[in-house]
């Protein structure tokens, strides 16, 4: 685990000062034998049940590729409790507020893989790079798999940014891994970390990690609340909905949020991916749950990981918006690129 660096002297780790929710279905995980385990819930699939997902043949044919638009590049800075974000790709987000900028899961490569030759490969291109971002502050890093950890996209970050880590536990090593340039802190659900004026804290996700053959779950994984001026931001990365107490107790804890990043996308089949993506009509359940005065629609239209069709979530979100009552205009879909100002 890193800590505090001497060279950062108003960063400071704590233990949150408002911990998690005590409801009777709250996410309780453990740690036994080096690996974390989420009690009476599955994360990954059984190998049996990935064969037969991959044996039924009923994924939809993605386009090779998707031409992204042009849109003004985002500004340097945003000052005070101003707030923008900048959805790049699949979880990808930069967001700006109180002077920082902050970016999220960086997948910027071209596939999702171990190896650049094979793999799940993106339709889509990260509609910004390392040469074309603002100054970045600070990663909010939530799990080690390959389309949320690129640790080619964290090297080409590091030559060009003085950027700061913030991550789950068991992940440091990997973004070590990708360059000594970091500064890393490593956090456990209910920890947060204060850096310059802002207050970050590792929230429960319903998900699980692994990066090679044997290491399932050997490092944590999370969603993040970001306690800022302007009122808190979530950002749910990877998970499933379950009981939705996660989210309820996100309000509980923080209040409602100002803006939340919420996956619609990597849902089908069913069966398999719901205890760890949600899909669009969950999303809005969770929309709902947090209070939230804007959502903006993460994890989708990017890279085909699953049974879907690329435009499914986007038009599933719109149907669920339509039963569950919400408003549509509080639930964000900007096309890659696009800056959004959070009112």
């Known amino acids: 685990m890193t800590g505090p660096s001497s060279a950062m002297p108003r960063r400071r780790r704590t233990r949150s000062s408002r911990p998690p929710a005590s409801s ?72 700006q507020t109180a002077g920082l900028n902050i970016l999220t899961d960086p997948f910027l490569s071209a596939r999702a893989s171990p190896v650049p030759f094979a793999g799940p490969r993106r339709v889509r291109a990260a509609a910004l790079g390392p040469e074309t971002l603002p100054p970045i502050d ?54 947060a970390v204060e850096h310059k004026g802002l207050k970050l804290h590792l929230t429960p996700a319903l998900h699980w990690s692994k990066r090679g053959f044997f290491d399932a779950n050997a490092a944590l994984w999370g969603a993040f609340v970001i306690e800022a001026p302007g009122g808190p931001i979530y950002f749910a990365a990877d998970t499933g909905f379950g009981t939705g ?24 089949p069913r069966w398999f991916m719901h205890p760890q993506h949600m899909n669009p009509d969950e999303a809005v359940k969770a929309h709902k749950l947090l209070g939230t005065r804007a959502s903006l629609a993460i994890h989708h239209g990017t890279i085909q990981l699953t049974d879907e069709a690329i ?10 918006l339509t039963e569950h009552s919400v408003d549509p205009a509080s639930f964000l879909v900007p096309d890659a690129g696009e800056t959004r100002e959070i009112d």
């Open 138 to 191: 600070l990663i909010l890093l939530s799990h080690n798999h390959y389309d949320h950890m690129d640790l080619p996209a964290l090297r080409r970050i590091a030559r060009r940014h003085q950027a700061h880590v913030v991550t789950p536990h068991g992940n440091g090593r990997w973004v070590r891994r990708a360059s000594s340039a970091f500064t890393i802190d490593e956090l456990g659900w209910g920890d």
């Open 245 to 268: 107490s996660t989210f309820a107790d996100v309000k509980e804890c923080f209040g409602a949020p100002r803006l939340s990043l919420l996956p619609i996308g990597a849902y089908e």
């Open 311 to 320: 435009d499914a979530p986007v038009e599933a979100l719109k149907q669920a």
């Open 24 to 95: 009777p279905d709250m996410v309780r995980i453990v740690r036994q034998g080096g690996r974390y385990i989420l009690e009476g819930h599955r994360g990954e699939g059984s190998f049996r049940d990935l064969l037969k997902w991959q044996m039924e043949g009923q994924r939809a044919r993605w386009p090779r590729r998707v031409e992204n638009r042009s849109f003004p590049p985002p500004p340097q800075r945003v000052e005070g409790d101003a707030l923008k974000a900048t959805w790049i790709g699949h979880s990808t987000v930069l967001l």
